[in-house]
C-alpha cells in the first residue's frame, strides 16, 4: 500500500482525535492573521487619509514668512508646457470663527483662499463647489463669497443654511512683528462676516492639509481674490495690489505626477526679484540705484549677493530715533524729537569724507539751527531698541558734530525720501501725528516738526558711519535697509538680470515641497499595528501552539502500536515520521484554512475594539478593514509552519522507540531518581536565597519614589522564580517520601511528582502567564495628583493654551497686562510662559502618522531651568551650540517611538530663507507634556526664523483655583486672539492613556491566550490518566470504587492549578503593590481578582472534565491485556 493512502486512511480514520488538532492550528492562524490584516487595515486607511488630504497634489511652495505675487502660478504653468498640469495659488492663514450671537468660537481654523485651479486638484472634482460639469447647486453660493467649511469644523459649528459666521485674523506684516518700526500691535485684525454655504466633504477636498494626520484640521474655505482683498490690502499701498498668494499647490488633473526637478526648473526660470519682495529702486537725488525688500531690512544673504552684482556699492542703514539733542543744553530746550537718520560707508559717499569716525555725527542744516550747534558739539542720540517679548530698551550715544549738510530737494507727498525705506505706519502718514510706528510718544511733536514732515517726509536729519549706525540699531532682522549701487556701473536690467543669477528660488523662501512623496512617507505609521497586535496576541499563538503539539501528541501516543506495528513490519524511522508528520501537515493546512475565514471576524473585531474600547490607543481614529492578499497568504504559511513545528516538537521522541516497546504500548515514567534529594536541598536553597532577594527589594524600596513600580516588578518577578523552584522541591521530596500511605489524599500528593518535569512546565507556564498579564498593569501611568510639582510631567504647569494669532507683548509686564487690559491683581498671582512656534507635523503618540518635520518651539531657557525630569542632559545643553548645529531638547516617547532617532542623532529643516540647517537632539525628558515636538532656545530660534513673530503657545504655572481663573480672564480677554486653554493634567492624561490602553490590550490578548491555555491543562491530565491506566485498574481490582479513583486524579491534579495560579497570583501582587497602595501608577480594579479566580476555575473545570471522560468507565480490561 501506498504512503499516499495510507495518510488519506489515517485522516479518515482518525479524524475525531485530529479535530482539536485543526481547531488549535485554527486559533493560531485566525489570531496571526487576523493580526497582519489589522495592521493592514490601519496602514490602507492612513493611505487613504493622506490621499484625500492631498487629492491629485504632487508638489506644494509655502512661504510662511512672506508673499509672493498671485501670476507666479500662470508663470510656472506656462513653462511646465504640460497639458494637464495644475498650478494653484492658494492664500493660506489662520484664524478664529464665531457665530454672530458669540455662542459658539473655533480658533485655530486653517483659512485657505481658492479658485478653480484649487478645486481642480481635488480627489473628486465634481463634489467640490465648482462641480466641474457635475450638477451642483453650490456654485452660486461660492461666487457669491459663501464660507465653506469641512466636516470636521461644520461638526463644531452645528451650522444651518442661511447661518453668517465671523472669521477674525491677523493681518500680515511686511515684516515680524516683532522687529524694530513694525507698527502698533493694535488694530491689525481683519474681519469678514458671510454666510454658511457647504460642508465639503474629504473628497471635495475638505480635508485638505499639509501636516499628516489621521485628524483632518478645522479648514475654512474663501474664494481667492475675496481674501486677498482683506488680507493683502496693505502690502502695495503704493499702487493698491492685493494679488498676492502664500502657497502654490501643484498637480495633474489627470494621471501622473508633476516631476520636481521640472517643477523646481520652471520656477528657478520664471520667478521674479518682485516676488520675493525685492526692488530696484531709481534714485532721485543721485546717479544710484538702491536694492530694497518689502521686509525693510535686507536679508544677510540678499546682501551679499547684491554687493556681488556690482564692482562698488553702498550700504545704508536708517532708522527712527527718538530724540538728537545738545549735550550741553541742560534744559533740553534744543531737543528735536522722532527723527529719521541714516548710517552709510564714509568713504563710498561724497558728503561725509575719508577721515570720517565712527564717533562723527552729520546734520543737515534744519537739525543743526534746531539745536543751535556748531562744529565741535557734542550731539547725543537715542534711540529704542526692541528686546525680549517686544520690550522697548531706550539708549543713547554722544557723537561729535562734523559737519552741516546742506537741506535736500522737497519730497513728493506720495513718495518717500532716497534714505529711508517705506516703514509702516509711518511713510504712508499725513502727518507726524498719524504715526504708527509701535513706539511710545514721549516728546512733543512740534509744529516745525510737522513742517519738515510734510516738505522733507523721512528725509534724514542726520548721518553717522555704518559701522556706528549697526552697532546701535543692527538687529536680527538686517543691518541694512538698503544698497546703493551706481548707475554708470550698470543698467537697472543687468542689475535685476545679475541679482536673479546670484539668488536662487530657495534663497528667497520659495522652497518646493514633495508633497506626494511626504504623504507617502507619512503612512510608514511609527506603531505597526500588524506587529504591535502580533506581540499582543503572543499569548494567544503560544497557547494556540501548545494546544496543537500537546493534542497531536496526545493522538500518536493512543497509536502507538500502529506505529510499533509499521516500524516491525520493515518501514524505516524516517519514512514512518514522515507519515505522521504528514498528516499533521495536512492537518494544520485544513485548520489554519478555517483560520483564514475567522481571521476576518477576528480582524474586524479588533477594529471595532480600536474604535470603541480601545479608542485610546488610536486617538479616537476610526478604520475600515481592508486586508492585503500577502499579509493572508504570510499569516497562512506562517500558521502552518507553527503548528507543524509544535507537533514535530512534541512527538519527536515517539518514533525512537523500540517497536516491541510501542507494541507492548508501555510508558516510561520519569519519578524521581537517585540524586532527587540532593536536588531538592539546593533547589530549595536558592529558592530562599531568591525569596529573600524579593524581600530585601521590596523592604528598601520607597513606595513614593519614581522607581517604586520596576523595583516592586523585579520582587514579583524573584518571588515567581522563588515559588517555581519551591514547587520544584516540593515535587523530588514528594516523590522520595518514605512515610506510609495512609490517606487517599497522601496518594494524590504522591502522584504529583510522578511526572515531575510535565507537571513544573505546566505549573509554570500558568504562574508564569498570569504573573506577567497582571503584573504589567504596574507600568500604567498616572497623572500626577499636584500639577505645580516642577519635576513632573506637567513642569509644574497647571494649564497649557495655544492661539490661532501670535502674541508679541509680555503679559506678565505691566505694559502688556494694560495693553490687553488684563486683571493685573490676578495675574500677579499666576505666570505666563510664552513659546515661539513653528509650525511642522505632530510627533506625539496621539498622531499615527509619521513626523517628517516636527514642530518646533522656541523657549527661554531660565523660564525652563528646574522643570521636567531628565533621561539625558538638561535645559542648559540648548545654549551650546557647535559648528552651527542647534541643539534640541525632546521628550523621550516622541524620541524613541515618534522619530526613531536617539541622543546625538541629528535632523535637518528649512530656515525662514529656505536655507538648510541641523538640529541635534541633545537633552531629553522623561513623561511629560513636552511630548510631539522639539525644543530650541529662543534666540537660534530666532535666528534661523526672525520673521516667525510673536508667541502662539503658552503655559501658565500658578495655585490651582488661581491658575483656573487666570486662564479664564486670558481667555475672555484675548479671544481675538483665539487663544484657548486646557489642564496640563488634562494632556498627560491623554498622552498617557495610549501607553496605558497598549497595556490594558496586552492583557486582555494575554489574558485571552491564558485563559486558553488552560484547556492544555485538560490535556496533560489525559495523558497522565492514560498512562497510568493499568495501575488504576489495579486499583480498581483491589477494591477502590471508580468514584474513589475519579475523586483521586481529581484531587492530584487539581494541585496544578492550585500552585500555578497561587504562585502567580502572590507574585503579580507584589508586582503591584505600588499601584495598590495608591503610591505609583494608576490604580488597578478588581478586574484582576476576577482573572485569577476565573483562571482557577477554568483550571479546575478542564481537570474536572478531563478525568470525568477519561475515567468514566472501568479500566478492568486493560489487566487482561497483561
Known amino acids: 500500500m501506498r504512503l499516499g493512502t495510507i495518510l488519506l486512511r489515517n485522516l479518515s480514520h482518525f479524524r475525531r482525535q485530529h479535530l482539536g488538532v485543526a481547531l488549535g492550528s485554527a486559533l493560531c492562524a485566525m489570531v496571526l492573521i487576523g493580526a497582519l490584516t489589522v495592521g493592514d487595515s490601519v496602514r490602507a486607511t492612513l493611505s487613504n487619509l493622506a490621499e484625500e488630504r492631498i487629492g491629485k497634489g504632487d508638489l506644494a511652495m509655502l512661504s510662511p514668512d512672506g508673499f509672493f505675487r498671485e501670476d507666479l502660478a500662470d508663470r510656472v504653468y506656462e513653462e511646465l508646457s504640460e497639458p494637464k498640469a495644475v498650478v494653484a495659488p492658494i492664500a493660506l492663514s489662520r484664524g478664529t470663527l464665531t457665530t454672530p450671537d458669540g455662542s459658539v468660537r473655533v480658533s485655530k481654523v486653517q483659512v485657505l483662499g481658492v479658485d478653480e485651479r484649487f478645486w481642480k486638484l481635488a480627489p473628486d472634482p465634481a463634489k467640490t463647489p465648482i462641480g466641474f460639469g457635475a450638477q451642483t447647486d453650490l456654485l452660486p453660493e461660492w461666487e457669491s463669497g459663501s464660507f465653506f467649511v469641512n466636516q470636521r469644523l461644520g461638526k463644531r459649528l452645528n451650522l444651518q443654511k442661511g447661518d453668517r459666521l465671523i472669521l477674525r485674523m491677523e493681518e500680515p506684516s511686511l515684516f515680524s512683528r516683532d522687529a524694530p ?49 482683506k488680507l493683502f490690502r496693505s502690502l502695495d499701498e503704493a499702487s493698491g495690489n492685493t494679488q498676492f498668494a502664500n502657497f502654490l499647490l501643484l498637480g495633474t488633473s489627470g494621471d501622473g505626477e508633476i516631476e520636481r526637478e521640472n517643477a523646481q526648473s520652471a520656477l528657478d526660470k520664471r520667478w521674479t526679484l518682485e516676488d520675493a519682495g525685492i526692488e530696484i529702486m531709481e534714485l532721485r537725488e543721485s546717479k544710484e540705484w538702491s536694492v530694497r525688500t518689502r521686509q525693510v531690512f535686507l536679508s544677510g544673504g540678499l ?119 517705506r516703514f509702516p505706519g509711518l511713510s504712508d502718514a499725513e502727518s507726524c501725528g498719524e504715526w504708527d510706528t509701535g513706539i511710545p510718544i514721549v516728546h512733543k511733536v512740534r509744529d516745525r516738526d510737522e513742517d519738515y514732515w510734510n516738505e522733507y517726509r523721512g528725509s534724514p536729519k542726520g548721518f553717522v558711519s555704518l559701522k556706528a549706525g549697526q552697532e546701535m540699531w543692527g538687529n536680527l532682522w538686517g543691518s541694512l535697509t538698503g544698497i546703493r549701487i551706481s548707475r554708470e556701473d550698470v543698467t537697472k536690467e543687468q542689475l535685476a538680470i545679475q541679482l536673479r543669477k546670484n539668488l536662487k528660488a530657495e534663497d ?122 500577502s499579509s493572508i497568504l504570510i499569516g497562512f504559511f506562517a500558521a502552518v509552519s507553527m503548528a507543524l513545528l509544535a507537533m514535530i516538537w512534541a512527538t519527536r521522541k515517539q518514533c525512537a522507540k523500540e517497536p516491541r516497546e510501542l507494541l507492548s504500548d508501555a510508558r516510561r515514567e520519569e519519578g524521581a531518581s537517585s540524586r532527587s534529594s540532593a536536588a531538592a536541598s539546593k533547589t530549595l536553597l536558592v529558592s530562599l536565597i531568591l525569596f529573600s532577594a524579593a524581600f530585601t527589594l521590596v523592604s528598601i524600596t520607597d513606595l513614593s519614589g519614581g522607581g517604586a513600580s520596576a523595583s516592586f516588578f523585579g520582587a514579583g518577578f524573584l518571588l515567581l522564580i522563588s515559588g517555581l523552584l519551591f514547587f520544584r522541591a516540593a515535587l523530588f521530596r514528594l516523590d522520595r517520601a518514605p512515610s506510609p500511605l495512609i490517606r487517599a489524599v497522601d496518594l494524590a500528593k504522591r502522584g504529583v511528582g510522578r511526572r515531575a518535569g510535565r507537571s513544573l512546565v505546566t505549573v509554570g507556564a500558568m504562574a508564569a502567564g498570569a504573573f506577567l498579564v497582571v503584573s504589567t498593569g504596574a507600568f500604567r501611568k ?50 505666563v510662559v510664552p513659546l515661539r512656534v513653528r509650525d511642522g507635523d505632530d510627533a506625539s503618540c496621539l498622531n499615527l502618522n509619521k513626523a517628517i518635520r516636527p514642530r518646533l518651539y522656541g523657549v527661554k531657557v531660565s523660564e525652563f531651568e528646574g522643570r521636567f525630569s531628565f533621561a539625558e542632559g538638561n535645559w542648559t545643553s540648548l545654549r551650546e551650540s557647535e559648528n552651527g548645529v542647534i541643539p534640541a531638547l525632546v521628550d523621550q516617547n516622541t524620541m524613541m517611538w515618534a522619530l526613531k532617532k536617539g541622543v546625538g542623532d ?74 484657548d486653554f486646557r489642564p496640563t493634567s488634562e494632556r498627560l492624561e491623554e498622552l498617557n492613556r495610549v501607553e496605558n490602553t497598549y497595556l490594558s490590550i496586552f492583557q486582555g490578548l494575554g489574558g485571552l491566550g491564558l485563559l486558553l491555555g488552560t484547556a492544555g491543562l485538560a490535556v496533560v491530565v489525559a495523558r497522565n490518566l492514560m498512562e497510568r491506566g493499568r495501575e488504576y485498574a489495579l486499583m480498581e481490582a483491589l477494591g477502590f470504587e471508580l468514584s474513589t479513583l475519579r475523586s483521586l486524579a481529581l484531587k492530584e491534579h487539581l494541585q496544578l492549578a492550585v500552585w500555578g495560579v ?20 494608576e490604580l488597578p480594579g478588581k478586574e484582576f481578582i476576577w482573572f485569577f479566580l476565573l483562571l482557577l476555575g477554568l483550571g479546575i473545570f478542564w481537570t474536572w472534565l478531563s478525568v470525568s471522560l477519561n475515567l468514566r468507565t472501568s479500566r478492568l480490561k486493560l489487566l487482561n491485556e497483561e
Do not use: C
Not at 564717533?359 to 556748531?374: F, Q, R
Not at 497509536?559 to 499533521?584: P, Y
Not at 497561587?1062 to 507574585?1067: E, F, K
Open 181 to 229: 518700526l513694525s507698527g502698533e500691535r493694535d488694530n491689525r485684525f481683519i474681519t469678514m462676516n458671510q454666510g454658511f454655504g457647504a460642508v465639503l466633504p474629504g473628497e471635495g477636498f475638505g480635508n485638505f492639509g499639509l501636516q499628516g494626520n489621521q485628524r483632518e484640521p478645522l479648514t475654512l474655505f474663501v474664494p481667492l481674490s475675496s481674501l486677498q482683498k
Open 303 to 421: 546682501v551679499e549677493q547684491a554687493r556681488m552684482a556690482a564692482r562698488e556699492s553702498t550700504g545704508v542703514l536708517t532708522y527712527l530715533v527718538n530724540a538728537i539733542e545738545s549735550v550741553h543744553d541742560a534744559n533740553r530746550s534744543a531737543l528735536i524729537p522722532y527723527s529719521m537718520m541714516s548710517a552709510v560707508e564714509p568713504h563710498r559717499v561724497d558728503f561725509l569724507g575719508e577721515d570720517w569716525q565712527d564717533d562723527h555725527i552729520a546734520l543737515n542744516e534744519w537739525a543743526a539751527n534746531e539745536l543751535n550747534a556748531s562744529l565741535g558739539d557734542a550731539v547725543k542720540v537715542s534711540f529704542y531698541t526692541v528686546g525680549e517679548r517686544r520690550k522697548l530698551n531706550e539708549s543713547s550715544r554722544i557723537f561729535e558734530l562734523r559737519k552741516i549738510l546742506s537741506m535736500p530737494n522737497p519730497v513728493p507727498e506720495d513718495l518717500e525720501s532716497d534714505w529711508t525705506p
Open 508 to 629: 528667497a523662501g520659495l522652497v518646493l515641497r514633495p508633497l506626494r512623496s511626504d504623504a507617502r512617507d507619512s503612512v510608514e505609521s511609527p506603531v505597526d499595528f500588524g506587529e504591535l497586535f502580533l506581540y499582543f496576541s503572543s499569548f494567544v499563538i503560544l497557547a494556540a501552539m501548545a494546544l496543537t503539539g500537546m493534542l497531536f501528541a496526545f493522538s500518536m501516543e493512543q497509536r502507538n502500536q500502529q506505529a510499533g506495528l509499521l516500524l516491525g513490519v520493515g518501514w524505516s524511522v524516517r519514512k514512518a515520521r514522515i507519515l505522521f508528520w504528514g498528516e499533521g501537515l495536512v492537518i494544520a493546512m485544513l485548520g489554519s484554512g478555517v483560520g483564514a475565514l475567522l481571521a476576518v471576524l477576528y480582524g474586524k473585531g479588533i477594529l471595532e475594539l480600536l474604535a470603541g474600547k480601545w479608542s485610546g490607543a488610536v486617538s479616537g481614529a476610526s478604520f475600515a478593514y481592508e486586508p492585503s492578499v
Open 782 to 831: 498616572q497623572t500626577p495628583k499636584s500639577v505645580g510639582e516642577p519635576g513632573s510631567g506637567t513642569g509644574g504647569f497647571a494649564f497649557l493654551g495655544e492661539t490661532a494669532s501670535p502674541l508679541y507683548d509680555d503679559l506678565n509686564g505691566m505694559e502688556g497686562q494694560t495693553l490687553y487690559d488684563l486683571n493685573r491683581s490676578l495675574l500677579k498671582q499666576a505666570k
Open 906 to 979: 541629528r535632523m535637518q529643516f528649512l530656515d525662514g530663507q529656505g536655507q538648510p540647517f541641523e538640529v541635534e537632539l541633545r537633552a531629553v525628558v522623561k513623561g511629560s507634556i513636552l511630548q510631539g515636538a522639539l525644543y530650541l532656545d529662543e534666540s537660534f530660534f530666532l535666528e534661523r526664523f526672525p520673521q516667525q513673530g510673536g508667541y502662539r503657545f503658552f503655559f501658565l504655572e500658578g495655585g490651582e483655583e488661581v491658575s483656573e481663573q487666570a486662564a479664564r480672564e486670558l481667555e475672555s480677554k484675548l479671544s481675538n486672539y483665539g487663544l
Open 1062 to 1081: 497561587g504562585i502567580g497570583s502572590v507574585s503579580a501582587v507584589v508586582g503591584i503593590a505600588p499601584a495598590l497602595l495608591g503610591s505609583a501608577g
